[in-house]
């Protein structure tokens, strides 16, 4: 199975701020890796997909990259709407979570 | 409009079973993957089953492996979870999600609102 570590777990941010979050594969994912916000009683949204397709409806400040086993998702700007956890996906292999960034 | 709205959930005990169900409407549900995440309390989302577009296939996360069984029922556009010998562990909020394509390791792309399983004596 292809674990994800995600990075930070927690993340100290301020509006404005350009956020960097981490994912890091056991194993290739090659570009099969999705991005997702959730906020606390929602389900998760999809932000990114193939690692670096911003899923319709999504602010262009919201970005992804990456491939094989590392992956980054960027907010350029951060906005007071983007306070929220968020987590990676790996679809190359069935499917795994990264442990979720928290971005307070 | 895609919908998938989960029922079933509850309290249950120790050592119980529950069977979780996810009604589909607003695409052509015998032609995509079915699955099944989950969240405790808390904490992260963890993958727990998937079921391809006819059912032939399924696939379990270690942890559920000989507790946990997925089903569909393409006649009912109806994707089922029958959990047993449930611990305090499985209380989580449990998402029925699409796949993209008939596979499972096709990327996700509607999830359910989330049912919540509380398992307490």
């Known amino acids: 199975d292809i674990q994800m570590t995600q990075s930070p777990s927690t993340l100290s941010a301020s509006v404005g701020d350009r956020v960097t979050i981490t994912c890091r594969a056991s194993q290739s994912a090659s570009t099969w890796v999705a991005w997702y916000q959730q906020k606390p009683g929602k389900a998760p949204k999809l932000l990114v997909y193939?690692?670096?397709t911003l899923e319709s409806g999504v602010p262009s400040r919201f970005s992804g990259s990456g491939s094989g086993t590392e992956f980054t998702l960027t907010i350029s700007s951060l906005q007071p709407d983007d306070f929220a956890t968020y987590y990676c996906?790996?679809?190359?292999?069935?499917?795994?979570f990264g442990q979720g960034t928290k971005v307070e | 409009e895609v919908q998938l709205v989960e029922s079933g959930g509850g309290l249950v005990q120790p050592g119980g079973s529950l069977r979780l169900s996810c009604s589909a409407s607003g695409f052509t549900f015998s032609s995509y993957a079915m699955h099944w995440v989950r969240q405790a309390p808390g904490k992260g989302l963890e993958y727990v089953s998937a079921?391809?577009?006819?059912?032939?296939?399924?696939y379990y996360t270690d942890s559920f492996k000989g507790r946990f069984t997925i089903s569909r029922d393409n006649s009912r556009n109806t994707v089922s979870l029958q959990m047993s010998s449930l611990r305090s562990e499985d209380t989580a909020v449990y998402y029925c999600?699409?796949?993209?394509?008939?596979?499972?390791?096709?990327?996700?792309?509607?999830w359910g609102q989330g049912i919540l399983v509380t398992v307490s004596s």
């Open positions: 996906q790996q679809y190359n292999s069935y499917w795994t």
């Open positions: 079921i391809t577009s006819n059912g032939r296939s399924t």
């Open positions: 193939k690692a670096s």
């Open positions: 999600v699409k796949g993209t394509e008939f596979y499972s390791d096709s990327r996700p792309d509607y």
